[in-house]
């Protein structure tokens, strides 16, 4: 079956420390994406990729960085200038043609500071 | 005047009754709209869109109901059942655009 995996499930990390969310998908999809959902809150957008080799600031970039070198793969790095890095980290890829219907959601990781 | 459902964090439920759940979207150029629901620990997943030049859109046991005039959106689910309790989010876009920006989600718990 075709679909998007997020590791680790549960991810905890000392403070000063960085730390790398994985994301892997089989869908052939161009479009991939990382959001943050914080309790209480919609989810917000930081970093998107619409193609190999490039990526997007989102709307709370900082503290954050990516990659992109392969089309299935949009690792997403936690670095220490994250100031409040506790919370659930979202991935998503998207079919071309369809716009925003065309969505898929990893499972998650919730990463939290200790 | 009419009046607008309002957004609420928690929403409790009686098994077998109707659920309605409430969004107000910001963006009044947004033409496109979609509900998740997202299971504790899972990403979202997608319910009922609608567009713009609708305003009531039905799906099983879902409905959606879009009032332009006064930016809200909302989701009817028919007969509740304890495998509806889930977290709710509404999302709006230009159809066409790939970005979505989520409303803050409504917890709804389906009581036996």
């Known amino acids: 079956d075709g679909g998007i995996t997020q590791s680790p499930k549960y991810l905890f990390r000392k403070e000063g420390q960085n730390v790398t969310l994985s994301c892997e998908q089989n869908?052939?999809?161009?479009?991939m994406y990382w959001y943050r959902q914080d309790p209480g809150q919609g989810l917000r957008l930081i970093y998107y990729?619409?193609?190999?080799?490039?990526?997007q600031k989102g709307d709370i970039a900082e503290g954050y960085s990516v990659s992109r070198e392969k089309k299935e793969s949009f690792p997403l790095t936690v670095t220490s200038a994250q100031k409040n890095p506790t919370a659930f980290y979202l991935c998503?890829?998207?079919?071309?043609?369809?716009?925003?219907?065309?969505?898929?959601f990893g499972s998650g990781t919730r990463l939290t500071v200790v | 005047g009419e009046s607008v459902g309002l957004h609420l964090p928690t929403l409790s439920v009686q098994e077998g009754d109707n659920s309605i759940i409430n969004c107000a979207y910001s963006?009044?150029?947004?033409?496109?709209f979609i509900w998740y629901k997202q299971e504790s620990g899972k990403g979202p997943q997608f319910i009922i869109d609608?567009?713009?030049?609708?305003d009531k859109r039905q799906g099983q046991r879902v409905t959606v109901l879009l009032n332009k005039t006064v930016k809200h959106l909302s989701l009817q689910i028919a007969a509740t059942q304890p495998g509806d309790s889930a977290v709710y989010f509404c999302?709006?876009?230009?159809?066409?655009?790939?970005?979505?920006?989520f409303g803050a989600g409504t917890t709804v718990t389906v009581r036996a």
């Open positions: 609608i567009r713009s030049n609708m």
């Open positions: 998503a890829s998207l079919r071309p043609g369809q716009g925003a219907r065309g969505y898929t």
């Open positions: 869908l052939n999809h161009d479009a």
């Open positions: 999302a709006e876009t230009v159809l066409g655009d790939y970005k979505l920006s």
């Open positions: 990729s619409q193609i190999v080799n490039d990526f």
């Open positions: 963006n009044s150029a947004s033409d496109y």
